[in-house]
């Protein structure tokens, strides 16, 4: 079975603080996703990388960086946390473009910046 | 306008019933779709995949018409284990997820 974990289920966080939130995938993907998602809204892509070093924008990527260093890990960081980066975060992974192309989701974290 | 829109619901359906989820698309250079589920406080799980002929999988149906961008999914003789929410999925490149749509399926 494929397995995304992601370091925190629930994390509060004050406004302005640096945040780090971390995805590990067990399967070897090449694709890694970084995905906010928000009532009303859906789940809205911030940031995706195809390999290691790489990175693309999303939809939404003001005030978040991301790094990935290693091919099973996917680092998403908020620079200076506000209020309106309250929301659940889902990172995913997937095959290469072009193959059978199932999203594979960790079970997220709920953020809240107070 | 939303890339990919769907009705949100909720639907309310009694055990048994049918129940359709209809999705539009803008892009019309989007080369798949898919229908993914998300029950409460979890992550997005993949469904099924559409295809143009359409697909069946067991009590599940998918349908897509690329003349109209239109996509939908027809559950049969629903289940209290179907209660979830359903999403809507394009893909050009990167995937486009619809906001979903809540069912809810009561005894």
């Known amino acids: 079975d494929v397995k995304v974990t992601q370091s925190s289920r629930y994390l509060v966080k004050r406004t302005g603080e640096k945040v780090f939130l971390e995805c590990v995938q067990d399967?070897?993907?090449?694709?890694m996703f970084w995905y906010r998602q928000d009532p009303g809204l859906g789940l809205r892509l911030i940031y995706f990388?195809?390999?290691?070093?790489?990175?693309e924008k999303g939809d939404i990527p003001e005030g978040y960086s991301v790094s990935r260093e290693k091919k099973e890990r996917f680092s998403l960081i908020l620079e200076s946390a506000s209020t309106n980066q309250t929301s659940m975060y889902l990172c995913a992974s997937s095959p290469p473009w072009g193959a059978a192309y199932e999203q594979y989701f960790g079970p997220g974290t709920r953020l809240t910046v107070t | 306008r939303k890339e990919v829109e769907q009705d949100p619901g909720p639907f309310n359906v009694p055990e048994g019933a049918t129940v359709a989820f209809n999705c539009t698309y803008s892009?019309?250079?989007?080369?798949?779709f898919f229908w993914y589920r998300q029950d409460c406080r979890k992550e997005p799980k993949l469904l099924m995949s559409?295809?143009?002929s359409g697909n069946e999988d067991g009590r599940f149906t998918a349908q897509l018409n690329r003349a109209s961008q239109y996509i939908s999914l027809l559950i049969r003789d629903s289940k209290l284990s179907d209660s979830a929410t359903y999403l809507c999925?394009?893909?050009?490149?990167?995937?486009?997820f619809g906001q979903g749509t809540e069912l809810s399926v009561k005894p």
């Open positions: 559409v295809y143009s």
């Open positions: 892009n019309s250079a989007s080369q798949s």
């Open positions: 999925v394009a893909q050009g490149g990167k995937l486009i």
């Open positions: 399967m070897d993907h090449e694709n």
């Open positions: 990388s195809y390999d290691v070093k790489m990175k």
